[in-house]
Each structure stands twice: as C-alpha cells, then as structure tokens.
C-alpha cells in the first residue's frame, strides 16, 4: 500500500521546492523527517527560512563547507526580559546554521532574513549544546560563556544536538581544534572574516565597526544616538520622542516653580529633574554599551587602507574531504 520512503531530494522536487545550487546541502540532514503523516508542512516552512538566509549564506560559506542544518530562535537572558521588554526579542532572533565546518549565527528579522550581525563557532569550542527545560536550547562554550535560547522546534531542538554531536565526534577524530580569540567569534559584515575579540577593523577588507564605548558615550551624552549608530531606528526614534516629552515637561515645570518662587517647590522641581535626567542618559548609555557589545556595529565600509594581518581574521575548513 504505502510507497517506498523518500529521500529529502525527492521530497524536495516532489513538493516543487528548490535549494540554491550555489550551496552545498547535506539535504538528509536538513529535512531529517520527510515520510509520515503530516511532514509537508513542516517542511515548507523550513524552506521559507533556508530561501531568506541563503544569500547571506552564498556569501558566508567557504569552499568545501556544507550545510547540515538550519532553524531559527531567540537568544534569552533574564535581565534582558526585564529591562528591555518586547524589544529584547527583536533584537536576539538568530538563525542557527549548522555545517560540516562550524556553527553560524545570523541575527535576523522576526522572519529569519539576515541583519548586520553574524558570529561563528567552531564546534570544538562548544562542550555543551542540548535542549534544556521549557524548550531551551543550551550553548555553553569553551571560554566560560553562556548562551540560552528558545523558539526553536521540537524538531530543531532533537536534530541541532544530534549534528552537534556527529560533528564534534568527527572533529575530535582528526585533532581539528583552530585557534580562535574568543569561543564565538564576530563575523565582519562585509567580507565574513573573524575579526578577534577587541579589535574593530576587518584585517582582511578594512572595514571599521564601533567600540560598544565610543557609542554607549554618544548615548550618555545625548540619549538614543547610539541606538541610530547602532541602526535600531524605531527604538531610536521612541525614545527620543520620549526625551523631548521628559524635557517638555521639566521645563514646563521650572516656569511653574520660578513663577511660584518658593523654595520648597523648586526643591521638588531640581527632585524631579534629576529623577528624569540620570536615567535617561545613565541608564540609556549603561544599556547601549551591553547591546552594543553583542556584536560589531558597522561605522565606516572597507577600506583597502586599514588592511592589516591578522592571525585569526582566515576561516579553517582544514581537514575536509575534498570532493
Ligand atoms: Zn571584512
């Protein structure tokens, strides 16, 4: 009665759905589930995402890397829940990409299209990732850091540890253990070469990207600058509004309480000022050093110039069989 199973290729061109020939794909192991009941619309959307991400992917990739599974969630950390709100999850979306190589990470929209960040992990660098409580997906790495999302699917949560784990083993097999200056390294924006921990020009295109304190220093000065350096233009533009509005209404109450000339009120007038000037620029400038700090911002574009040498700006794919 029932046909034979289906590879992922076959399901694939079954359902009219196509992958960029320009990429390598280990297709079994991106679709692991592609018999069954209820297969096809799970399969969809994990295509939509793949066709959102691939032409950042065409551009990230290297030679002889392959592509052996991709998802999408959101990075979580308590305080950030707690300070920033709804926008915390704007601005954690990640799309995961694992290949034979390493681990990728591509900040992007809510629909999984790729922004400006990217960071990359070789997997020797990870001693645990596993699905942990309430649907977390737990990224602890070699140099102490933590990293937690959630928004994954059932389906990623099983298949991300089990490629995790495939890949770590075939690492260790042949002692692949590259040098890196931190466990997740930023991805330069222009070229995707690694731009070490601490440094903000690309060694590879020249290309130049803010230090999270010239900007959390802009945001000091003038609350929700660093936001339009950082190009989050909507928070940017809200909390400006918000600014103009605070200082509105601390000078209209400074005409109240010069008119009234008593003390007690202009005491209370100085209270309030202060109540709304410290966090509007302490607390604004504390926050946009944390967020700047995630990644790099871009500031000014390549520049053959500030080429430089770098002994960790080259990706490693050493090892891989060549086909
Ligand atoms: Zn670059």
Redesign the pocket.
């Known amino acids: 009665m029932s046909a034979a199973p289906l590879t992922a290729a076959e399901r694939l061109q079954q359902m009219r759905l196509t992958v960029s020939p320009n990429i390598q794909y280990d297709l079994d192991s991106v679709f692991p589930k592609v018999n069954g009941w209820l297969v096809k619309g799970p399969i969809k959307r994990k295509h939509k995402l793949i066709v959102k991400v691939e032409p950042t992917l065409e551009e990230i990739l290297r030679p002889g890397e392959e592509v052996l599974y991709i998802a999408k969630g959101v990075q979580y950390s308590f305080w950030e829940q707690y300070f920033l709100g709804a926008w915390a999850a704007l601005i954690n979306q990640t799309v995961f990409v694992l290949t034979n190589v390493r681990l990728l990470m591509l900040h992007s929209n809510t629909k999984g299209k790729p922004k400006d960040m990217s960071w990359m992990i070789y997997y020797s660098q990870i001693t645990h990732f596993k699905s942990g409580w309430f649907g977390a997906v737990v990224v602890k790495l070699r140099d102490g850091k933590t990293f937690k999302y959630g928004g994954f699917t059932g389906a990623d949560r099983k298949q991300m540890p089990k490629v995790f784990q495939q890949v770590a083993n075939a690492y260790k097999e042949r002692g692949f253990d590259p040098n890196v200056s931190q466990s997740r390294e930023n991805l330069?924006y222009?070229?995707y070469?690694i731009i070490a921990k601490k440094e903000y020009v690309?060694s590879?295109?020249g290309?130049e990207y803010w230090q999270p304190s010239q900007i959390a220093w802009r945001s000091l000065m003038f609350p929700s600058w660093g936001d339009f350096l950082m190009r989050h233009y909507l928070i940017g533009l809200l909390e400006l509004g918000g600014y103009l509005f605070g200082w509105f209404a601390v000078v209209t109450l400074w005409i109240g309480a010069l008119g009234a000339a008593d003390p007690s009120v202009m005491a209370f007038a100085a209270v309030i000022t202060a109540l709304f000037l410290i966090p509007a620029h302490g607390v604004d400038a504390i926050l946009t050093y944390y967020i700047a700090n995630k990644g790099l911002n871009r500031r000014l574009p390549?520049d053959p110039s500030r080429v430089h040498a770098s002994e960790y700006a080259e990706i490693e794919v050493d090892g891989e069989p060549q086909s």
């Open positions: 330069c222009h070229c070469s690309c590879k295109c290309a390549p």
